[in-house]
């Protein structure tokens, strides 16, 4: 059995070390929701000063081009792009997860209408995060196309000549749970349909690889994620669209449109004419102006995912998030026996994010309120889970240690009964 | 003919003088840009960074709780409202104007459908801001609904029972020119049709009523504006949405929802369900998470706006900008006559928003470079338009002569004619 003695060891060898003093992290607090919120990068507020003061105070309109914030939903997104397998202005940052799916979904059905008119089904996942199936809902009803449910395990049987788009979460929110990517595109594309990931709980946190390791068919079509999670872009940070290269091809060559065609995706917005013209590539799918506050946040917290790179890069990062996940599992399963809590997450590495979440039918959430009271900040998602996110920039083999430790004090001695902890509070 | 020394006078009486002392504004420039990015208030930065330290770095994810992130879309929207006429709760801060503008447009088509299948015509100017032309031409071509564009002056002929949705911008991006709302309200609704207003070049510039001064007939039924402009917001500042509580109370009672129907829109949206219900009243206007540094630099902005109330408010805002353009067009026609330039600002005050453009068929561009090589910030729109915003809350009278001064300068030296500005560059 891991002792905390081995926890320390472990954290002495860590080849990522370093970069926990790239955070401003509070004193007092094992933080376990990066998958939530991540932390404060040490740079970040200086850069967001600088912007406030000297690029808009200062420098004011011109800002726009000499301080380059027009440039800047490329230039992050192609620093976004080189951390999931992808190609120099093929993604960009724009708006919202909820609002980039619904552009990139609108796409995908657009094609899907030209090539498979037949084909009504959008499938995903029942326990898909909500707001993917809300906006799926949105233009199924608008398009007339099916919205098909299923669990996880049902998606294989489910990639057929009936399905038109494949719409999944490559890392569950609430189990952790990550899809085989590849695979997936291999046998979407197989069937002659389209698919469009979300990476919210992936970019940063799991090795990515969207054009695949070998011919097109392995690569995806479609990808959205988030700014405000493990890439540390500060809260309700933009979020970033990737379109496969030949898909906005085709575009091109199509004169396809994504719907919320704003200026800025126009093939000459200064030109101000009154028809809408896409611009080419990946460039038509950002819409209106971009808050330059919250990118430059956004591009401090890449910044610092890649500033990994020098000490073991992605493949670091998932090695020790998989001994993060894995220690806390065992050290959970060990030591809470009896106390009703049950593994949501794949026990194969494999399968799993970065992240561990554990069911309990009765009390879950006054048990993660008891948690957060004594500074071990974890998340709870109703109905029942328990959930542990694992940041390997700045978490410790020994926050894994103490936080499990607390978590035996909070069931061992009940406190979490207590009335300051039954209350049902606003949750986010 | 107004002197240097009148301009003087005029400041040392100005009763909103002291709200110029709420900016930080840089020396050695004239700002004659807010209506394409508006100042740094004074408050910003500090609070911009107490929102990244404290709240973001110490607090980290209880701050969507207990730092009120979570309210802050209602919050502003509820302060924004008060400049607008519109009532508590029923305008929301969200996303971009042209995302904005998407939503509302596409529920007001979805209300023209059940109200008045037969219609299909979407009426808007011709010179109305692109983005709003290409968002409607997208929503036109998914919705098979006709986009009928025509000069301002043609509109009211074509507010007829063929019209389902009138979109216009209330005060025009180039020529300044402003509808009158409340006229165009009552002729569109006694058309039996719907009306969309764009206040991007209004909220915080000009006396917007959107609910009318009578009847629900003068009222609007949706509008859409934009927090960068004269809400001093910060560069790409979130926009907001309001909609009539008429309809938002017909879209509860008949489940109508908005196309982008994104997690924060939801009745309950830590309930995690998979299907969508949206929230009641403005709501479910709101899509995914917001940016929440953008967010407070743009609360800080309005509240800078709202400080103006103590010195009288939106009517001496009015009056002072009135006073500003008036002073600048004369000063313009007066002295710079033989150079080309031609008003295309209305001579009416009464339908002027808080610019004056002035044409001029050769050269404008280097112009403009001219002068803000000088620290004299306007901004040119292409093809040939001048363009010179005036913001009351910290624009001078002797702003406005100095202004005049130099361009004077500028044209009677031809020193606009030197190659470093006849470079066509970006500009936003």
């Known amino acids: 059995m891991t ?30 929701d990066g998958n939530s919120l991540g932390a404060l990068p040490r740079a970040t507020a200086a850069r967001v000063q600088q912007v406030a003061t000297a690029e808009w105070g200062r420098d004011l309109i011109k800002s726009w081009n000499t301080a380059g914030w027009i440039d800047l939903p490329q230039r992050i997104g192609n620093k976004i792009a080189s951390l999931l397998g992808a190609g120099p202005d093929e993604l960009i940052v724009a708006d919202s997860t909820s609002v980039n799916l619904f552009k990139a979904l609108s796409a995908a059905l657009d094609l899907a209408q030209r090539d498979t008119p ?35 395990d049902e998606i294989p049987a489910l990639i057929d000549d009936r399905l038109a788009v494949l719409m999944l979460t490559h890392v569950n929110y609430r189990s952790g749970r990550m899809h085989r990517m590849e695979e997936t595109n291999l046998a979407v594309h197989g069937a002659g349909a389209l698919v469009v990931w979300d990476l919210a709980h992936s970019a940063g946190a799991v090795p990515v690889n969207l054009k695949g390791s070998g011919p097109r068919a392995g690569a995806a079509d479609f990808a959205v994620g988030c700014g405000y ?56 799918f950002i819409c209106g102006t971009p808050p330059v506050l919250s990118l430059a946040a956004l591009e401090c917290g890449v910044d610092t995912m890649l500033a990994a790179e020098a000490h073991g890069g992605q493949p670091a990062l998932r090695r020790k998030s998989i001994a993060l996940s894995e220690l806390f599992i065992a050290l959970v399963e060990a030591r809470c026996t009896g106390h009703g809590l049950t593994l949501q997450t794949p026990r194969d590495a494999a399968q799993r994010g970065s992240q561990a979440s554990f069911a309990r039918a009765d009390g879950g959430y006054p048990i993660m309120q008891a948690l957060i009271a004594r500074g071990v900040i974890g998340d709870f998602r109703a109905p029942d889970i328990l959930r542990f996110g694992f940041t390997p ?23 979490w009964r207590q009335a300051r902890f039954n209350q049902r509070a606003a949750v986010t």
Chains 1, 2 share one sequence.
Request: charged share 20%.
């Open 229 to 284: 999670k493990y890439l540390n872009g500060g809260p309700g940070a933009p979020a970033f669209v990737w379109v496969h290269p030949t898909i906005t091809a085709r575009m091109d060559a199509e004169q396809l449109w994504q719907p919320l065609s704003g200026w800025l995706g126009h093939a000459a917005p200064f030109q101000f004419t009154p028809d809408y013209h896409p611009a080419a590539g990946i460039g038509r």
């Open 3 to 32: 002792t905390r003695q081995d926890c320390l060891a472990l954290d002495a060898r860590d080849e990522l070390a370093p970069l926990r003093a790239l955070f401003d992290l509070p004193d007092g607090v094992i933080y376990l």
């Open 118 to 152: 037949g084909r009504k089904r959008i499938v995903s996942e029942r326990f898909n995060f909500p707001t993917d199936l809300y906006i799926a809902e949105s233009l199924a009803r608008q398009r007339g196309f099916e919205l098909v449910l299923a669990e996880a």
């Open 393 to 415: 920039l700045y978490t410790r083999f020994i926050d894994v240690w103490d936080a499990v430790e607390h978590l035996v004090q909070v069931l061992q001695t009940g406190e």
